[in-house]
Nanobody, 115 residues
């Protein structure tokens, strides 16, 4: 049984910053990929950023240069540092863990960027 628990969402003004965290627990292999996705109102879920256990990172073009993904392999935790936030970043952010061919998702955390 694998569980993902996200935290760190909230309301922030445009130009502000937030840090999301996601802790994975359960039967987790050391080789895996963790990442963040988001779903904005009326839109499909989209990739934000992913990071492998070896440190390979992929960012969506819309967040490159503003968001930073990182992970702590000992704590099975992935982080998303979000800076220079824009109203269009408003969405529910989901943590994802990929173990071989299995995908696990967190419950999501709301990020709202508004003045």
């Amino acid at each position: 049984q694998v569980q993902l628990v996200e935290s760190g969402g909230g309301l922030v003004q445009p130009g502000g910053s937030l840090r999301l965290s996601c802790v994975a627990s359960g039967s987790i292999f050391s080789i895996n990929t963790m990442g963040w996705y988001r779903r904005a109102p009326g839109k499909q879920r989209e990739l934000v950023a992913t990071i492998t256990s070896g440190g390979t990172i992929v960012y969506a073009s819309s967040v490159k240069g503003r968001f930073t993904i990182s992970r702590d392999n000992v704590k099975n935790t992935v982080y998303l540092e979000m800076n220079s936030l824009k109203p269009e970043d408003t969405a529910v952010y989901y943590c994802k863990l990929v173990l071989s061919v299995l995908n696990y998702w967190g419950q999501g955390t709301q990020v709202t960027v508004s003045s």
